[in-house]
């Protein structure tokens, strides 16, 4: 295996997972927060999507039920 398919193999999900978080986003957040939480996720990348999925995504679930 090289190294292509290895950043293939890493890339892809990373990718696949910060455009998942960003479409979440968009479709489920309310105005304001929808705002913020966008230029969280596309400024902050794979951090800012993992901080949106860890911290505010069960908050938001949890306030649903």
């Known amino acids: 295996m090289g190294i292509g398919e290895l950043m293939v193999i890493v890339v892809l999900p990373v990718i696949g997972f910060w455009l998942w978080t960003l479409v979440e986003v968009i479709t489920y957040e309310r105005d304001q927060q929808r705002v913020i939480w966008t230029i969280v996720v596309v400024l902050g990348g794979l951090?800012?999507?993992?901080i949106y999925t860890f911290v505010r995504r069960p908050k938001r679930i949890a306030r649903r039920r």
């Open 47 to 50: 951090i800012g999507a993992s």
